[in-house]
């Protein structure tokens, strides 16, 4: 039985692409390295003295004193063992990443909750986005955005934002039928009905999405550092090389912190404005 020209399919695809839509990826380059530049930008400015103290008051508001007393020490253990420039890089890279995911994710997700077909073919790409090896993603993002951040927000973007599709679809889908009815039979719009009864309802289950989104780009930084994208998961990568393991070890602890931070910040915005309301 004659082998299937998979790889010769897919190289053809890609060299198309290469030709004809040169123009789009650099436009998509241009913006995705100005989100990056201004967050870094926006994060160096001040102090890293002054930083952590904005992050406590942040974290006091969000999550009160346990959240406000770990940011702030653990932040300062960044500073201190030399990887602020570095864990802004990463902070950056991963926000930048988890905007992009929730503008096309929650969308996508509203999409396949309403409609029968999207769901058909939108979850089988969800599938296959979530089985295939992250490491996959690198190739073509480096053939289309050469090295450096792009390709790295390019890559945690593919690879993290499946949670966000599906549990936006599953928060909008676990709305109550009775709800919904009632509030067709007040006369609502199908605008009103998503933006006052089932994203606020769903909110819940959508935030918990964003969550593992975050998560998910942040586990992206070692493997993008390998395509050029700078911040801790280079210090990383540099030193499982080089066999550094003290080294290894403190740009580890760097991200564990950066992680646990961006966990807890998402898991308490949504329960502060419900207490608020």
Known sequence: ???IPLADWINSIVDWMEEYLAGFFDL??????SIVDFFSYLFLLPHPFVFIAILGVL??????TSLMLFSVIG??????????????????LVLTSGLISVILGVPLGIWAAYSKGASRIIIPVLDFMQTMPAFVYLLPAVTFFSLGVVPGVIASVIFAIPPTIRLTRLGIMQVSGELTEAADAFGSTSGQKLFKVQLPLAMPTIMAGVNQTIMLSLSMVVIASMI???????EVYRAVTQLQIGKGFEAGLAVVILAIVLDRFTQNIFKTKKRGA
Do not use: C, H
Request: charged share 15%.
């Open 59 to 64: 974290a006091f508001l969000v999550g009160r």
């Open 28 to 33: 998509v380059a241009d913006v995705i390295e």
């Open 228 to 234: 050029g994208a700078q911040g801790i998961g280079a």
């Open 75 to 92: 932040f300062l253990i960044i500073d201190n063992l030399g990887y602020w420039p570095q864990t802004i890089d990463t902070l950056s």
């Open 1 to 3: 039985m004659p082998k």
